[in-house]
């Protein structure tokens, strides 16, 4: 099989608000901002980023991909063609101010939830 033209790098995620946004990803993720890390910094960026630049999120165990939070001025008004699968809990997301798109039922084994930007992802229960 030949090589593949191009690889995975990372995922972006279109925000209005990038900041507050960064923050109830990692809150729901467990991520953190890329520069809270100890070795975030290169030579290079040892001065930290401006507030209107996009934030990098990541898994701080390794495991999961880094997630770019852009700012953008246009609000979300169509459905996501592209979403985040997650496993856990809905309460807790709802909680913290995802809402509810559609509740799991007899044609969906999860429930679509949307941040609070508006931007859909699937939750899965977990396995026990």
């Known amino acids: 099989m030949a090589d593949a033209p191009v690889r995975f790098k990372d995922l972006c995620l279109d925000a209005r608000d990038h900041q507050a946004l960064a923050d109830w990803w990692c809150a729901a993720l467990g991520y953190v901002r890329r520069d ?3 070795d ?5 960026e040892d001065e930290p980023r401006p507030r ?4 990098p999120i990541v898994d701080p165990t390794g495991e999961g991909p880094l997630i ?3 700012p953008v001025i246009e609000p979300k008004i169509v459905k996501n063609r592209m979403h985040f699968d997650v496993v856990g809990e809905t309460w807790p997301l709802l909680s913290a101010g995802a809402t509810m798109v559609r509740a799991q039922d007899d044609e969906i084994e999860w429930d679509v939830l949307a941040d609070p930007e508006g931007n859909e992802f699937c939750v899965f229960a977990p396995e026990d």
């Open 36 to 38: 809270e890390l100890e």
């Open 40 to 44: 975030a910094a290169t030579p290079e």
């Open 52 to 55: 209107d630049w996009p934030v």
């Open 68 to 70: 770019w939070i852009v």
